[in-house]
T-cell receptor, first 113, second 115 residues
Framework: DGGITQSPKYLFRKEGQNVTLSCEQN?????MYWYRQDPGQGLRLIYY???????QKGDIAEGYSVSREKKESFPLTVTSAQKNPTAFYLC????????????FGDGTRLSIL | AQSVTQLDSHVSVSEGTPVLLRCNYS??????LFWYVQHPNKGLQLLLK??????LVKGINGFEAEFNKSQTSFHLRKPSVHISDTAEYFC?????????????FGQGTILTVHP
Protein backbone atom coordinates (compact mmCIF):
# COMPACT_ATOMS: atom_id res chain seq x y z
CA ASP A 1 0.00 0.00 0.00
CA GLY A 2 1.20 3.51 -0.76
CA GLY A 3 1.81 5.84 2.10
CA ILE A 4 4.13 8.00 4.15
CA THR A 5 6.50 6.52 6.73
CA GLN A 6 7.93 8.63 9.50
CA SER A 7 10.64 7.41 11.84
CA PRO A 8 11.34 7.17 14.64
CA LYS A 9 7.97 7.40 16.39
CA TYR A 10 9.59 8.85 19.54
CA LEU A 11 12.85 10.80 19.73
CA PHE A 12 14.75 12.42 22.54
CA ARG A 13 17.18 15.28 22.14
CA LYS A 14 19.97 16.29 24.48
CA GLU A 15 21.01 19.88 25.01
CA GLY A 16 23.09 21.19 22.08
CA GLN A 17 22.34 18.21 19.87
CA ASN A 18 21.01 18.09 16.31
CA VAL A 19 18.51 15.36 15.53
CA THR A 20 17.08 14.22 12.20
CA LEU A 21 13.54 13.02 11.58
CA SER A 22 12.94 10.75 8.62
CA CYS A 23 10.06 11.00 6.13
CA GLU A 24 9.70 8.61 3.19
CA GLN A 25 6.79 8.40 0.72
CA ASN A 26 5.96 5.91 -2.02
CA UNK A 27 3.02 7.86 -3.44
CA UNK A 28 5.11 9.39 -6.25
CA UNK A 29 4.15 12.86 -5.00
CA UNK A 30 6.19 15.86 -6.07
CA UNK A 31 5.46 18.07 -3.05
CA MET A 32 6.36 17.31 0.56
CA TYR A 33 5.82 19.28 3.76
CA TRP A 34 6.90 19.36 7.39
CA TYR A 35 4.55 20.60 10.11
CA ARG A 36 4.97 21.17 13.80
CA GLN A 37 1.97 20.51 16.06
CA ASP A 38 1.61 21.97 19.53
CA PRO A 39 -1.52 21.62 21.69
CA GLY A 40 -4.16 24.21 20.80
CA GLN A 41 -2.13 25.69 17.93
CA GLY A 42 -3.06 23.48 15.02
CA LEU A 43 -0.37 22.65 12.48
CA ARG A 44 2.29 25.15 11.53
CA LEU A 45 4.36 24.80 8.35
CA ILE A 46 8.12 24.47 8.86
CA TYR A 47 9.46 23.74 5.36
CA TYR A 48 8.10 22.50 2.07
CA UNK A 49 9.50 21.16 -1.18
CA UNK A 50 7.76 21.08 -4.53
CA UNK A 51 10.47 19.23 -6.41
CA UNK A 52 13.76 17.41 -5.88
CA UNK A 53 16.70 19.65 -4.92
CA UNK A 54 14.38 22.54 -4.11
CA UNK A 55 12.79 23.58 -0.82
CA GLN A 56 11.32 26.71 0.73
CA LYS A 57 10.91 28.05 4.25
CA GLY A 58 7.47 27.88 5.75
CA ASP A 59 6.05 29.96 8.57
CA ILE A 60 8.36 28.77 11.37
CA ALA A 61 11.63 27.65 9.73
CA GLU A 62 14.08 29.07 12.29
CA GLY A 63 16.09 26.33 13.99
CA TYR A 64 15.25 23.71 11.37
CA SER A 65 16.85 22.49 8.14
CA VAL A 66 15.81 20.08 5.37
CA SER A 67 17.12 18.41 2.24
CA ARG A 68 15.40 16.89 -0.81
CA GLU A 69 17.94 14.75 -2.62
CA LYS A 70 15.40 12.13 -3.68
CA LYS A 71 11.74 12.42 -4.63
CA GLU A 72 10.74 9.88 -1.96
CA SER A 73 12.61 11.42 0.96
CA PHE A 74 12.39 14.71 2.86
CA PRO A 75 14.32 14.54 6.17
CA LEU A 76 14.01 17.29 8.77
CA THR A 77 16.88 18.26 11.07
CA VAL A 78 16.04 19.98 14.34
CA THR A 79 19.17 21.94 15.19
CA SER A 80 20.47 23.11 18.55
CA ALA A 81 19.30 26.60 17.54
CA GLN A 82 15.69 25.49 18.02
CA LYS A 83 15.25 26.32 21.70
CA ASN A 84 11.82 24.78 22.14
CA PRO A 85 11.83 21.61 20.05
CA THR A 86 9.36 19.57 22.10
CA ALA A 87 6.41 18.94 19.76
CA PHE A 88 4.74 16.43 17.47
CA TYR A 89 6.17 16.60 13.94
CA LEU A 90 4.11 15.60 10.92
CA CYS A 91 5.25 15.01 7.35
CA UNK A 92 2.83 15.26 4.42
CA UNK A 93 2.89 14.96 0.65
CA UNK A 94 0.67 15.76 -2.31
CA UNK A 95 0.54 16.46 -5.98
CA UNK A 96 0.28 20.27 -5.80
CA UNK A 97 -1.71 20.65 -9.01
CA UNK A 98 -5.35 19.60 -9.29
CA UNK A 99 -6.36 20.38 -5.69
CA UNK A 100 -5.26 17.02 -4.38
CA UNK A 101 -5.41 16.66 -0.57
CA UNK A 102 -2.30 16.25 1.51
CA UNK A 103 -1.53 12.77 2.84
CA PHE A 104 0.08 12.51 6.27
CA GLY A 105 2.46 10.21 8.06
CA ASP A 106 1.88 9.08 11.66
CA GLY A 107 4.26 11.61 13.15
CA THR A 108 7.35 11.76 15.34
CA ARG A 109 7.13 12.97 18.94
CA LEU A 110 10.28 14.85 19.93
CA SER A 111 11.14 15.54 23.57
CA ILE A 112 14.08 17.13 25.36
CA LEU A 113 16.10 15.00 27.79
CA ALA B 1 -3.86 35.85 3.11
CA GLN B 2 -5.91 32.82 4.03
CA SER B 3 -6.93 32.05 7.61
CA VAL B 4 -9.11 29.52 9.40
CA THR B 5 -10.94 29.85 12.71
CA GLN B 6 -12.45 26.86 14.45
CA LEU B 7 -14.98 28.32 16.81
CA ASP B 8 -14.95 25.58 19.47
CA SER B 9 -11.80 24.17 21.03
CA HIS B 10 -13.72 21.34 22.77
CA VAL B 11 -17.08 19.72 22.04
CA SER B 12 -18.60 17.01 24.23
CA VAL B 13 -21.67 15.01 23.18
CA SER B 14 -23.39 11.73 23.98
CA GLU B 15 -23.21 8.74 21.69
CA GLY B 16 -26.03 8.65 19.15
CA THR B 17 -26.62 12.41 19.17
CA PRO B 18 -25.79 14.84 16.33
CA VAL B 19 -22.69 17.02 16.36
CA LEU B 20 -21.71 20.26 14.65
CA LEU B 21 -18.08 21.43 14.46
CA ARG B 22 -17.79 25.01 13.26
CA CYS B 23 -15.20 26.46 10.89
CA ASN B 24 -14.96 29.95 9.41
CA TYR B 25 -12.39 30.88 6.81
CA SER B 26 -11.06 33.89 4.98
CA UNK B 27 -9.61 33.63 1.51
CA UNK B 28 -8.75 35.98 -1.32
CA UNK B 29 -9.51 33.26 -3.83
CA UNK B 30 -12.28 30.76 -4.44
CA UNK B 31 -11.33 28.46 -1.60
CA UNK B 32 -10.53 24.78 -1.50
CA LEU B 33 -11.52 23.54 1.95
CA PHE B 34 -10.75 20.36 3.84
CA TRP B 35 -11.66 18.60 7.08
CA TYR B 36 -9.18 16.18 8.64
CA VAL B 37 -9.45 13.93 11.71
CA GLN B 38 -6.58 13.01 14.02
CA HIS B 39 -6.64 10.22 16.58
CA PRO B 40 -4.12 10.34 19.44
CA ASN B 41 -0.48 10.04 18.34
CA LYS B 42 -1.52 9.54 14.74
CA GLY B 43 -1.33 11.55 11.54
CA LEU B 44 -4.22 13.36 9.92
CA GLN B 45 -6.79 11.51 7.85
CA LEU B 46 -8.89 13.30 5.24
CA LEU B 47 -12.62 13.30 6.04
CA LEU B 48 -13.87 15.36 3.11
CA LYS B 49 -13.01 18.21 0.76
CA UNK B 50 -14.78 21.03 -1.05
CA UNK B 51 -13.23 22.16 -4.32
CA UNK B 52 -16.22 23.53 -6.29
CA UNK B 53 -19.76 22.61 -7.28
CA UNK B 54 -22.32 21.28 -4.80
CA UNK B 55 -22.09 23.08 -1.48
CA LEU B 56 -22.98 19.94 0.50
CA VAL B 57 -20.03 17.59 0.64
CA LYS B 58 -20.24 14.05 1.96
CA GLY B 59 -17.22 12.36 3.44
CA ILE B 60 -16.18 9.18 5.16
CA ASN B 61 -17.70 7.69 8.32
CA GLY B 62 -21.03 9.53 7.87
CA PHE B 63 -19.60 13.05 8.09
CA GLU B 64 -20.74 15.88 5.85
CA ALA B 65 -19.97 19.58 5.53
CA GLU B 66 -21.68 22.56 3.95
CA PHE B 67 -19.82 25.32 2.17
CA ASN B 68 -21.46 28.70 2.73
CA LYS B 69 -19.81 31.43 0.71
CA SER B 70 -21.85 34.34 2.12
CA GLN B 71 -21.04 33.36 5.70
CA THR B 72 -17.51 32.15 4.82
CA SER B 73 -18.17 28.96 6.74
CA PHE B 74 -17.51 25.25 6.25
CA HIS B 75 -19.15 23.52 9.21
CA LEU B 76 -18.81 19.76 9.75
CA ARG B 77 -21.82 17.67 10.83
CA LYS B 78 -22.66 14.12 11.73
CA PRO B 79 -26.25 13.06 12.47
CA SER B 80 -25.35 10.36 15.02
CA VAL B 81 -21.91 10.08 16.58
CA HIS B 82 -20.14 6.97 17.81
CA ILE B 83 -17.60 6.54 20.59
CA SER B 84 -14.96 5.96 17.92
CA ASP B 85 -15.50 9.52 16.61
CA THR B 86 -13.65 10.82 19.68
CA ALA B 87 -10.66 12.60 18.13
CA GLU B 88 -9.36 16.02 17.15
CA TYR B 89 -10.73 17.62 13.99
CA PHE B 90 -8.98 20.18 11.82
CA CYS B 91 -10.40 22.48 9.20
CA UNK B 92 -7.97 23.70 6.51
CA UNK B 93 -8.00 26.04 3.52
CA UNK B 94 -5.67 25.75 0.58
CA UNK B 95 -3.53 28.80 0.10
CA UNK B 96 -4.10 30.45 -3.25
CA UNK B 97 -1.83 31.58 -6.04
CA UNK B 98 1.59 29.97 -6.37
CA UNK B 99 1.26 28.25 -3.02
CA UNK B 100 2.29 24.79 -4.23
CA UNK B 101 -0.50 23.01 -2.38
CA UNK B 102 0.17 24.62 0.98
CA UNK B 103 -2.61 24.52 3.56
CA UNK B 104 -3.53 26.82 6.44
CA PHE B 105 -5.00 24.90 9.38
CA GLY B 106 -7.37 25.93 12.14
CA GLN B 107 -6.44 25.39 15.77
CA GLY B 108 -8.43 22.15 16.00
CA THR B 109 -11.57 21.00 17.82
CA ILE B 110 -11.36 18.11 20.27
CA LEU B 111 -14.53 16.03 20.07
CA THR B 112 -15.34 13.78 23.01
CA VAL B 113 -18.20 11.30 22.64
CA HIS B 114 -19.57 9.91 25.91
CA PRO B 115 -21.36 6.55 26.27
Amino acid sequence: DGGITQSPKYLFRKEGQNVTLSCEQNLNHDAMYWYRQDPGQGLRLIYYSQIVNDFQKGDIAEGYSVSREKKESFPLTVTSAQKNPTAFYLCASTQPRGNQPQHFGDGTRLSIL
Amino acid sequence: AQSVTQLDSHVSVSEGTPVLLRCNYSSSYSPSLFWYVQHPNKGLQLLLKYLSGSTLVKGINGFEAEFNKSQTSFHLRKPSVHISDTAEYFCAVKRGGTSYGKLTFGQGTILTVHP
